[in-house]
């Protein structure tokens, strides 16, 4: 709602335009709504529609020419700002066998998401992990880290992982910063394995070095998470909106492994009809095994394995999964919401 217009208010906001200044009572009411108003939309994408046109950009560039080569998912309400809510960049990067991506630092924060294909490698602050489907794998804030595919096991084929960023967040805040590291891949001076074999297992070194608001785990593999939610499911009460659902976390702290992104995997068994809930942190969904449903507001998307869809803040969703375990990787800006004090959430029991 807006005031009435009269003459003399008329007169007085032409006279303000063109000094900078604009009267609030006519914006109030958008500027603090009853409740969030997202701009952006639910959307999925399949894997399916992409996986030939990745191929494509396999085809017509390499991932040393591209530096990166992504196919970023665009919010379909906010196209061309590579935002997939307002404060979370999402991209699918294909790697190829025999392929390097450079080493690079930014003071953006990276999550990868493996989707498919063995034999690529990440190196992370000189450690090297190799990349198997279902691994969550952090690149923290102004860390070099570079991407290659050199086969493991005898299996070399090419690579699909899902990169999560914030850098709209870091956008908004004018906080960017990147550098290109001298070499295409960097030295690596510690042994693959070794941030698991310190930090992995519920325990840390007595002496512990590590600093700074990250998780010393770099790799959270899909083979650990994947079973900790199957022994869950056989011995916890299922959550009626979540399933199971799990967030990963930094061991030395509890809280999310870097300072910007949450992320979390969830399992809804077979038969599963979840009730509807909604919060503040628009949040990314990467499906990781079995088919559903998942009701957005008023929208159903039916999803598949390796497809990505985006619930916006405040949307409610819901999951039906009639046919299959489903499992879940998703990812939000929840904890800095949290750190704001502003993260709100509903659970509806209609
Ligand atoms: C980046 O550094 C990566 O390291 C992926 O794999 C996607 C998107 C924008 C800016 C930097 C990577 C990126 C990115």
Aim: contains cysteine.
């Amino acid at each position: 709602m807006t005031s009435h217009q009269t003459p003399e208010r008329e007169a007085l906001y032409a006279a303000l335009s063109g000094m900078h200044l604009s009267p609030l009572w006519q914006s109030l009411h958008t500027l603090v709504p009853p409740h969030p108003t997202a701009p952006y939309a639910a959307a999925l994408w399949r894997y399916a529609d992409i996986a030939p046109q990745m191929a494509r950009a396999g085809e017509v560039i390499t991932a040393h020419e591209a530096v990166r080569r992504v196919l970023v998912l665009e919010n379909p309400a906010l196209p061309g700002r590579s935002s997939i809510t307002q404060s979370l960049y999402a991209g699918l990067q294909l790697i190829l066998p025999g392929e390097v991506a450079p080493s690079h630092r930014h003071s953006q924060s990276a999550l990868r998401f493996v989707i498919e294909g063995q034999g690529a490698y990440t190196t992370v602050a000189g450690e090297r992990t190799t990349m198997h489907p279902g691994d969550f794998i952090i690149t923290p804030s102004w860390t070099w880290h570079d991407h290659g595919n050199l086969g493991v096991d005898g299996v070399c084929e090419p690579v699909v992982w899902l990169d999560g960023l914030d850098i709209p967040m870091l956008r908004y805040f004018d906080s960017g910063f990147a550098e290109n590291d001298t070499q295409d891949s960097q030295a690596v001076s510690r042994p693959e394995g070794q941030s698991f074999a310190r930090y992995g297992y519920n325990m840390a070194p007595v002496k512990s070095l590590h600093q700074g608001a990250t998780s010393p785990v770099f790799n959270y593999p899909y083979a650990r998470s994947r079973e900790a939610l199957d022994l869950l499911s056989r011995t916890d009460a299922i959550d009626a909106w979540h399933g199971y659902k799990l967030c990963y976390t930094n061991p030395l702290t509890g809280g999310s492994p870097m300072p910007t992104m949450a992320t979390f995997m969830q399992l809804l068994p077979k038969g599963f009809k979840g009730k509807r809930a909604r919060s503040t942190d628009g949040t990314v969904y990467s499906v990781v095994e079995g088919h559903g449903k998942v009701t957005i507001n008023a929208q159903v998307f039916d999803f598949a394995p390796r497809d990505t869809f985006v619930v916006p803040s405040w949307a409610s969703v819901a999951f039906d999964c009639p046919q299959d375990d489903v499992v879940l990787f998703s990812f939000s800006d929840r904890p800095v919401q949290l750190a704001m004090g502003v993260l709100r959430e509903q659970f509806l029991t209609d």
